[in-house]
């Protein structure tokens, strides 16, 4: 997959948290896009949230308390100023959003719709 990025000029990166990462991004003409699952609106509840990581269990960083969940989504959402975590207003100011409903060829056609919409702006 790098090796296809390379070919095609992406790059993809994960894992921002806080604001002046999306606003750098944008800057440099990237597309940041917020991949949520269909469930979006019950996820706010961090209940069934923590629900999720618990069937999901991806090695020691999932190997949570509920309470440890807590304090480190609090902790991912609280920040007061561009340098401080906030997924929360990551997310909001995202171009696009990608449902991630566990669906493989919708994934792909979501991908494909996006990467064209990419394309198309950059000309």
């Not at 597309?31 to 999720?52: A, C, G, K, W």
């Not at 997310?91 to 494909?112: C, G, K």
Request: proline fraction near 2%; charged fraction near 30%; aromatic fraction near 4%.
């Amino acid at each position: 997959r790098a090796r296809r990025a390379a070919e095609t000029g992406r790059i993809v990166i994960s894992g921002i948290y806080a604001l002046s990462e999306g606003e750098y991004l944008k800057r440099e003409r990237a597309t940041l896009i917020h991949v949520r699952t269909p469930e979006e609106e019950v996820e706010n509840d961090l209940q069934f949230r923590y629900s999720l990581l618990a069937k999901r269990r991806d090695g020691k960083r999932d190997e949570l308390t509920y309470e440890q969940f807590r304090a480190a989504h609090t902790r991912e959402n609280s920040g007061e100023t561009p340098l401080q975590a906030n997924v929360s207003a990551l997310a909001a100011m995202a171009d696009t959003e990608l449902i991630n409903a566990h669906d493989e060829p919708l994934l792909a056609q979501q991908l494909t719709v996006i990467l064209e919409r990419i394309d198309h702006a950059k000309l």
